[in-house]
């Protein structure tokens, strides 16, 4: 392979595409003629206005953002957000969350620290390993929002229907799956997403909010840095933003636009996704840790059954040269994290892997 790279199943921070790295590799030593890395760039200077001027409009266009929605990068990465969701949403301190796995577990717990939440729906009876069924859900008539995390990047799951709010904002996490299909914004008050999965560095995340969602009359305790408000009234600039990673993902944008957009990159990731769950479907020794009709496209975390011999195969892969297929501790066995900059090759590379080592090891 060019580069020497390695096939990275990382759940993330995670493989990007090989033309951006080449871009951002060009461009390091003098942006364009201006005689600096971005790195060392002011983010007031005209040359990096543009870069973020450029990154917000390909996000909108990728994803057909409406007008009314404000896109904002904030500091923090996905964490922060766990907390900001409610210190910004919670009017009437009570929302609803729908738990899923390990992140929106996460979610739930930080949200307790602000206001009542009521869990209207889990899967923690089975294990994680499907999504629940959201049609009708018992959501009282003052809660302020309804959360999901929509892939449970450890679990393997995914909302492919979203919940009925019931006319309530809807909060998502789209951390492990943003920009890997097409979304339609308007079913959502507030999206966001860690940048390091499925976009690009780390520290980072994607907030898109619905405007009038924005509010002036936080709690006198709430830190200036955690008002959206603030954010979408400086466009992201209120303090020194991560011009670094607006870069990169910057870059990103326009290369999936170039690529074709989100229709696109659904359409590979399903015939990459199937490559994987194909065979663990035909397989003897591996399954799927998820419900057939649940599973991720970009997070498959699957087991042999037996904690050795799970040991041993991600011994294997990682001495065949494909990278971190070692599974979560909470999950165990491994997880293939096959995100938009994983080739369909790195796959078939895998799955011809594992099938030479169930044949091996009958
Ligand atoms: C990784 C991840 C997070 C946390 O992101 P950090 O940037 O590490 O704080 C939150 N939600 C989901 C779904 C994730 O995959």
């Not at 953002?65 to 896109?71: A, R, W």
């Not at 009542?116 to 009282?140: K, M, R, T």
């Not at 975390?301 to 050795?308: C, E, I, L, M, S």
Request: aromatic share 10%.
């Amino acid at each position: 392979m060019k580069y020497d790279r390695s096939f990275n199943f990382s759940a993330g921070p995670a493989m990007m595409p090989e033309p951006v790295l080449e871009q951002i590799r060009d461009e390091v030593m003098n942006y364009r003629g201006s005689g600096m890395s971005v790195m060392e760039m002011s983010h007031r200077s005209k040359a990096f206005q543009q870069i973020a001027n450029d990154a917000e409009a390909d996000l909108r266009t990728l994803m057909g953002i409406p007008d009314n929605y404000k896109v904002l990068f904030i500091q923090g990465g996905g964490t922060l957000q766990f907390a900001m969701v409610p210190m910004n949403l919670m009017k009437n301190g009570k929302a609803c969350y729908i738990e899923t796995g390990t992140w929106s577990k996460k979610a739930i717990a930080e949200a307790k620290k602000y206001g009542e939440v009521q869990v209207v729906a889990s899967s923690a009876d089975q294990g994680f390993s499907y999504i629940p069924d959201c049609s009708d859900l018992n959501i009282p008539d003052d809660c302020d929002y309804v959360y999901i995390c929509e892939n449970e990047t450890i679990n393997g799951s995914a909302f492919h229907t979203l919940p009925n709010t019931k006319g309530h904002v809807l909060v998502s996490d789209q951390s492990s799956m943003f920009l890997s299909r097409p979304c339609n914004v308007a079913d959502y008050g507030l999206i966001w997403a860690g940048v390091q999965k499925n976009v690009g560095p780390a520290g980072m995340a994607v907030v898109i909010i619905r405007e009038d969602l924005l509010r002036e009359d936080l709690a006198s305790y709430v830190p200036t840095y955690m008002s959206y408000k603030v954010h979408a009234d400086n466009e992201s600039m209120y303090n020194t933003p991560n011009c670094w990673a607006i870069y990169c993902c910057g870059k990103v944008f326009r290369y999936l636009l170039d690529m074709g957009g989100l229709t696109e990159m659904q359409r590979r990731n399903e015939e990459k996704a199937a490559v994987l769950y194909d065979f663990l479907d035909s397989s003897k020794m591996f399954r799927g840790a998820v419900e057939p009709k649940d599973r991720s496209l970009m997070n498959v975390p699957f087991v042999t059954g037996d904690k050795d011999l799970d040991a041993e195969v991600v011994a294997a892969t990682k001495a065949a040269g494909f990278d971190n297929l070692k599974g979560h501790r909470s999950v165990g066995g491994l997880r293939a994290s096959i995100y938009n900059a994983m080739p369909k090759e790195g796959v078939e590379a895998l799955v011809a892997f594992l099938k030479k080592f169930e044949a091996e090891h009958k």
